[in-house]
Every structure is written in structure tokens, then in C-alpha cells.
């Protein structure tokens, strides 16, 4: 046994490159897991940073100084939060309160039409209609007490979220001005000879760039698109369905199943089995194909190129480890951990085997 442990080890730590890049990760991973919460607004600024990088960068192609590129995109940033908060917020704050006003009388209908299915379907009955009913309202009455428990503690949350509106930003200017100090003071605590981190590092920095501006793009594009013709057509609660709409390619695959019930829900509810009902549905499902087959490949075209079960996983694992940060990072996660088996040295020699992109 002794001897097989060893071999591994021999296999795959044998080059001193592969042991630094396991503390770093798992130092990171570790840090991360027991201080995630402290140091969310600081994750978030870097994230942030990094996404404007690539705005600073090409102003300063244009011959403009780097201090005043980072002070436009920086203001550029913070006039868009502004408008997000000022405008958006408070109408989809609207549309949810109207939302659960309404949710009563949507119930009650919903009833009348499922008690219904017993005459048409013989093999369905009665009590398995109640059973589903109550299970239904069971559920949201656990809903409603976590909405209560929420707002309860708004002022602590609108606090902690007026903190994170200040502080935020401030990061994010001084890692975008300092970012080659930052970089600098970073390094000085990590070994000389790190070719293989810096190896894996130009992998997924490659990648997680491209994919985290192009995810940022697809949830606006696509959330305007299904704001239109949910709009034009007449639909409550356009702007809120637009969102969840928008939200939901940060999930793969299932993220566009799991919001299409609430649209054909409240659609129904609305206009009936009518064609209006088709039009609606039909519209939804042009802008749902053309975000699948068009902007998907036009956005991350060789950016990443896992199997849709690994994708999955990786919803799953880190979605449970981290929440929604989990599920947004999912994907770029999932191409780090594909650049380091790429990269690892298997018996002393560096694995060149296939690479994300290939």
C-alpha cells in the first residue's frame, strides 16, 4: 500500500511546480470557503476590475492617460449602477409586490381549473387534485414567512448594501489605477519559479475574461429581448419576468427551463387559452432559439468547450458550495480546474494533452 501511495506521489508531485500550484489553490479555495461572506465586497470589486479592464485598456490604445481612462470607466460604472438602482429596482420592486397581491386570486383560478381534469380525465382523481393543492399551498406559506423574515431584517440588508454601494466602487478604481502595485506586493509571497501557475493562469485567463464580459452581455441582451414583446404584447409583470428571463443564462441548460413556467403560468393565467397566449409564447421562444443558436456561439466561441454533464456538475457543486456567486463562477471554476489537468505534470513531465479549446 505504502509502496502504491508513493508511486502516486512520484507521478504527480514530483515536479516542485506542481506541489506550489496545489497550496495555491487549495489556500485559495480554503480562504475563500471560511471567509466568503467578509470578503465579498472585495471578491466583487476584483471582479468588477477585471471586467473593466478591457474598457481602460482600449482607451489607452486611443492615446488617453491611464489615470483618466480609469476615472471614465470607473464613473461610467457608477452611473449605470445608478441607473439600474434608481430605475429598475424600484419597478421590479413594484411588479413583485403587485405579484404577490395577485397570487391569491391566481391560486383560487388555478383550483378551479385542476378540479376540472377529474371529468375529462377519468384516471386522475380528486384526491390526488387536493393533495397537489395543498402541497402547493404549504410551500408558499413557507414562502411567504422567509418574504416576512426578509423584510424584517431590509434595514440591516439596506445598510450592508449602502455600504457595498460606497465601497465597491472605491475598489474598483484603485485596483484598475494600481493594478500593476497590487500585482507586484501579490507576488512578492508567492516562489520565484511558478511557470506552471503562470502557465495555468494565461489558460484561464484566456477564457474566464472573455466568458465573465460575454455572461454580463447575454443576461442585458437577453433580458431586453423578452421585455419587448412581453411588453408590446401586454403581459403583467414584464419587467419582472424580463429579469428572472435575463438571470437565468447564468445557469446553463437549466435556467432556461426552470423560468419558462413562470412565464407560461402567468401568461395563461392571463389571456387563457387564446392565441394571444401562442403569439406570446411564440415570441418567447424566438428570442429563447436565437440566444441558444445565435448569441451563445457569437459570445463564447472557443471560450469554453466542456461537456454539458461537466457544466451541470459544476452548477451543482459550486452553486451549493457559494450560492449564486457559486453558480455565476460555475463555469469559469469548471475552466480552472480543466487548465490545472491540462497543465499537471503526469511522471515528471508536463501533461500536453488536450487543452480546453481544442
Known amino acids: 500500500m505504502i509502496a502504491v501511495l508513493r508511486s502516486w ?24 470557503l471560511i471567509m466568503g461572506e467578509v470578503l465579498t465586497p472585495i471578491i466583487a470589486a476584483i471582479v468588477i476590475a477585471y471586467v473593466l479592464e478591457g474598457l481602460v485598456k482600449k482607451l489607452q490604445a486611443l ?34 409586490s403587485q405579484f404577490f397581491i395577485e397570487l391569491p386570486n391566481m391560486l383560487a383560478r388555478g383550483q378551479q381549473t385542476l378540479m376540472t381534469l377529474p371529468e375529462k380525465y377519468p384516471f386522475i382523481s380528486e384526491l390526488q387534485i387536493q393533495e397537489l393543492v395543498s402541497s402547493v399551498q404549504t410551500e408558499l406559506a413557507a414562502l411567504g414567512q422567509k418574504v416576512v423574515s426578509v423584510s424584517l431584517s431590509s434595514v440591516v440588508d439596506l445598510f450592508t448594501l ?8 472605491l475598489l474598483v478604481f484603485f485596483f484598475l489605477k494600481d493594478k500593476t502595485e497590487v500585482i507586484k ?31 454580463l452581455l447575454e443576461v442585458v441582451i437577453v433580458g431586453i429581448a423578452t421585455y419587448v414583446p412581453l411588453k408590446v ?46 403569439y406570446l409564447l411564440l415570441a418567447y421562444g424566438i428570442v429563447q432559439f436565437l440566444d441558444g443558436n445565435i448569441l451563445v456561439p457569437l459570445l463564447f466561441s ?3 468547450s466542456m461537456h454539458p454533464t461537466a457544466i451541470i456538475i459544476a452548477v451543482l457543486v459550486f452553486g451549493g458550495l457559494w450560492g449564486v456567486w457559486g453558480v455565476f463562477f460555475a463555469i469559469p471554476l469548471a475552466t480552472l480546474i ?19 479549446d481544442d
Open 63 to 96: 492615446k488617453v492617460p491611464h489615470f483618466l481612462a480609469v476615472s471614465l470607466v470607473v464613473t461610467l460604472f457608477v452611473l449605470l449602477l445608478l441607473i439600474v438602482f434608481l430605475g429598475l429596482v424600484p419597478l421590479i420592486s413594484k411588479q413583485l
Open 302 to 304: 472557443e471560450v469554453v
Open 9 to 32: 506521489y512520484d507521478r504527480h508531485f514530483s515536479d516542485p511546480q506542481a506541489v506550489i500550484l496545489a497550496i495555491i489553490l487549495l489556500v485559495g479555495f480554503s480562504v475563500i
Open 185 to 215: 506586493w501579490f507576488m512578492r509571497f508567492l516562489p520565484r519559479r511558478d511557470g506552471l501557475a503562470s502557465e495555468v493562469w494565461y489558460e484561464v485567463d484566456r477564457k474566464i475574461g472573455k466568458y465573465i464580459r460575454g455572461k
Open 338 to 356: 480543466q487548465a490545472v489537468i491540462n497543465a499537471w505534470p503526469v511522471g515528471g513531465k508536463v501533461n500536453r494533452g488536450r487543452r480546453a
Open 162 to 169: 449602502l455600504v457595498y454601494i460606497v465601497v465597491v466602487p
Open 233 to 278: 404584447m401586454g403581459l403583467q409583470y414584464a419587467a419582472l419576468l424580463s429579469l428572472f428571463v435575463g438571470l437565468s443564462v447564468i445557469i446553463p441548460y437549466v435556467g432556461a427551463v426552470a423560468v419558462t413556467i413562470p412565464v407560461v403560468i402567468i401568461a395563461y393565467f392571463q389571456f387563457g387559452a387564446t392565441s394571444q397566449l401562442l
